[in-house]
């Protein structure tokens, strides 16, 4: 766009332009402002000093959703799914819908299935009580976490299981010609290969953070600091154990289920010792935590969710210790993927 005319299209001039593509009025309208916020956005970082890149051209590869702001205006949702212009589509649900439908999301994975995203909003549920005891929770590279209580939750390493078959499918690709049939062929099978280690983590931790907010009436979790750790190399192995998905799962699911979650400061907390609270320092080799003052001896990273959790109580019960803990409570609505056949 910019290549052609040497200025960014205004926003009506986009929207003149995207109304020729033969969709939903609603929906061209979205399109429209997506690319007109993008270029603004861009603008206002450059203004803040900000390094960013220059907008990049989107191809209509890259355009993967489309949005429909009302119920039904452009979508009705019966037995099949009516959208405009495309007619009825036959959807799989993967659940009810509960509450009343406010917003629909057609999204295209890159493996070339689409699914069909509501937003309902449903009336508030009072939680459940939770009488579980306390729990704290170290988020590790070795092992997915270890909790106060003795438990360790190994790493599903789902990426480094897929790796070898990825990488023989992006050379494979790689080889292909240029645009040709043969490349796009290839392409969606790494596609699929990502897909599947994606969901593989998401199954692995809504089951995990679902099992932890039922059975803990206070989950003390470290402030993330992934954003640092995986500057320093460490980059795979974190995003492969999706920490700040973790994190976020445990937020939203502990609302429902009464239990509260505690962000406490990620600060030595493998040094510390969980008992006493001298700090000692240990290589990333030693795995036990044996302290010199007060002889304890535990698994390492079972003493560092001792300390956490140590950390998110002391704060509560009114001590010094305070000033160290967010309290999250109010999590963004969930959606309902549903699979469009
Ligand atoms: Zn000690």
């Known amino acids: 766009m910019y290549g052609e005319f040497g200025y960014f299209p205004t926003k009506s001039t986009l929207q003149l332009m995207v109304k020729n593509a033969g969709l939903f009025s609603q929906t061209q309208q979205e399109i429209s402002h997506r690319l007109h916020a993008a270029v603004v956005k861009v603008f206002r970082m450059k203004q803040h000093g900000k390094i960013c890149g220059f907008p990049r051209f989107k191809s209509f590869d890259r355009m993967k959703s489309l949005y429909y702001p009302q ?36 999204k295209k994975e890159a493996s070339g299935k689409w699914f069909a995203i509501f937003c309902a909003d449903e009336p508030r549920k009072q939680p459940k009580p939770n009488s579980g005891k306390p729990v704290g929770i170290d988020l590790g590279l070795l092992n997915f976490a270890a909790l106060s209580t003795g438990e360790i ?14 990488a023989v499918f992006q050379k494979r690709r790689s080889r292909k010609k240029r645009k040709g049939r043969n490349r796009q062929k290839a392409k969606l099978k790494v596609a699929r290969v990502h897909e599947r280690v994606a969901n593989s983590r998401s199954d692995f931790l809504h089951k995990l953070s679902k099992r932890l907010v039922s059975n803990y009436s206070l989950i003390a979790l470290e402030r993330l600091t992934s954003k640092e750790m995986s500057q320093q190399n460490f980059g795979k192995s974190i995003n492969d154990a999706g920490w700040n998905m973790f994190a976020n799962m445990v937020c939203y699911k502990a609302e429902e289920a009464g239990s509260r979650v505690v962000f406490v400061n990620p600060i030595d907390t493998t040094k510390e010792c969980s008992t006493c609270g001298t700090k000692t320092s240990k290589s990333l080799a030693e795995r036990t935590h044996a302290c010199p003052f007060c002889g304890l001896s535990l698994d390492r990273d079972v003493n560092a969710a001792l300390v956490i959790l140590k950390r998110a109580t002391a704060g509560t019960a009114g001590s010094n210790a305070s000033g160290n803990e967010t309290i999250v409570s109010s999590m963004k609505e969930e959606a309902a993927p549903f699979r469009v056949q």
């Open 153 to 166: 939750i190994n790493n599903p390493r789902h990426l480094r299981r897929y790796e070898q078959k990825l």
């Open 71 to 106: 119920n039904d205006v452009g979508f009705h949702l019966s037995k099949k799914l009516r959208v405009n212009p495309f007619g009825e589509i036959a959807i799989k649900k993967h659940r009810e819908i509960k509450g009343s439908i406010k917003t629909l999301t057609l």
